[in-house]
């Protein structure tokens, strides 16, 4: 195919590396940034730096903030190819699918969203790499106006850039698990390294702290958006890990060890049924 990625961060820059090094499609890409477009035909992460010309593409990937990528799907879908497929790689869907895809049938095309669950402490063109997205999990949130050609597209788009695990899901699903499995831990990460003692830390911190801060480095302007458009469902995880926390805390100032220990048994219990289910799981 001819493919269209817009954006050269750190997930569309691993998307192009990803295509040239492991497909045959032709890659083109945009981004504001010349330079940036420059780095990757250096790299040879695409073929050529976007022209302008949309008419020869069959797949346009999106790899911008939520709000960004909407607003460029909307103020150039007129411009498409009637042949070609839009996709974003956002980790929102929901809501956001559904403007998308009501876009995309009115200009008598086609929209289908994925989410590579991958990812960095950092952004950016210059911490993209090919195999970002290896063993990832993949998940494609289709409508009711999603053919099956189009979701085994994308399925097969999703393998080349390395995908494991592929999970097709309705666009609203996809956001309540994410609030629980993604934006919920970066919220607790960024709540974490709040505390005065960060300072201190050097020295006393193993595996634990920096599996627990290793995402407060999150871009606050991506995951600003990412909260607010799936406000509802972060609330509820939220708000539940709040009631949960109260229990230590209670456990805790009551001197109460007997109910720390319930508590904590209880926590590994659920841990280790995950563990089991997920080792029972096909890939």
């Known amino acids: ?103 995309a049938r009115e200009n008598g095309l086609r929209y289908l969203g994925i989410h590579p669950m991958a990812g960095k402490e950092f952004g950016g063109y210059q911490n993209s790499t090919a195999d970002l997205f290896r063993n990832a999990n993949f998940i494609i949130a289709p409508d009711s106006e999603n053919t099956d050609e189009d979701i085994e597209l994308m399925k097969s788009v999703s393998k080349e850039l390395g995908a494991g695990k592929i999970v097709v899901t309705s666009p609203e699903n996809h956001d309540v698990m994410i609030a629980y499995t993604s934006q919920l831990a970066h919220i607790v990460s960024s709540a974490y390294v709040k505390s005065p003692e960060l300072k201190l830390e050097c020295g006393f911190s193993g595996g634990s702290f920096q599996d627990m801060t290793r995402i407060a480095t999150m871009n606050e302007r991506m995951w600003t958006d990412l909260f607010m458009q799936n406000r509802k469902n972060l609330l509820y995880e939220l708000e539940t890990l709040i009631d949960n926390l109260g229990k230590y805390r209670d456990a805790l100032k009551s001197e109460d060890k007997e109910e720390m220990e319930r508590l904590i048994a209880e926590g590994r219990q659920l841990k280790e049924d995950n563990l089991r289910h997920r080792v029972g799981q096909p890939n």
């Not at 083109?28 to 990757?40: P, R």
């Not at 035909?41 to 695409?46: G, K, P, S």
């Open 1 to 103: 195919m001819n493919i269209l990625v817009i954006g050269l961060g750190l997930i569309g820059g691993s998307v192009c590396k990803a295509l040239k090094k492991y497909s045959t499609h032709f890659v083109a890409g945009s981004d504001l940034n010349k330079d940036i477009e420059f780095a990757a035909l250096r790299d040879v992460a695409m073929d050529e730096a976007f022209d302008g010309d949309y008419s020869r593409f069959d797949l346009i990937i999106t790899a911008l903030f939520p709000d960004a990528a909407e607003k460029y799907i909307r103020e150039n879908i007129g411009k498409f190819s009637k042949k070609t497929l839009i996709t974003d790689v956002c980790g929102i869907k929901g809501e956001f699918s559904a403007r998308m895809s009501r876009l």
